[in-house]
């Protein structure tokens, strides 16, 4: 049984930071390039960042680059996505997901895997 887990979402003021967790289980991790997406309510899920198998390569959402930092650890099974200087846009439900493509994909209809999602809410 594939299992993707989020954690760390919350409720901050604009400006401030989280940091989200993504534990996978169930699968070969190292071999698998993930993402993280996002969903407002009544709008469709967005692609936010992906990085490849080994970290060596990364993608980002035009209007999160500079603030948003993906990064993971193969040896703890786990994905990240640090957000810094958080906009009220950002408010969303965030979900991780795997693929079987080593170098990821900004195509959500690409990934195999999905997790549950964590919701992230930026206040004025």
């Known amino acids: 049984q594939v299992q993707l887990v989020e954690s760390g979402g919350g409720l901050v003021l604009a400006g401030g930071s989280l940091r989200l967790s993504c534990a996978a289980s169930g699968l070969a991790f190292s071999r698998y390039s993930m993402g993280w997406f996002r969903q407002a309510p009544g709008k469709e899920r967005e692609f936010v960042a992906a990085i490849s198998w080994n970290g060596g390569n990364t993608y980002y959402r035009e209007s999160v680059k500079g603030r948003f930092t993906i990064a993971r650890d193969n040896a703890k099974n786990t994905v990240y996505l640090q957000m810094n200087s958080l906009k009220p846009e950002d408010t969303a439900v965030y979900y991780c997901?795997?693929?079987?493509?080593?170098?990821?994909?900004?195509?959500?209809?690409?990934?195999?895997?999905w997790g549950q999602g964590t919701q992230v809410t930026v206040s004025s």
């Open positions: 997901a795997a693929d079987d493509l080593f170098f990821g994909t900004v195509t959500a209809g690409s990934y195999d895997y």
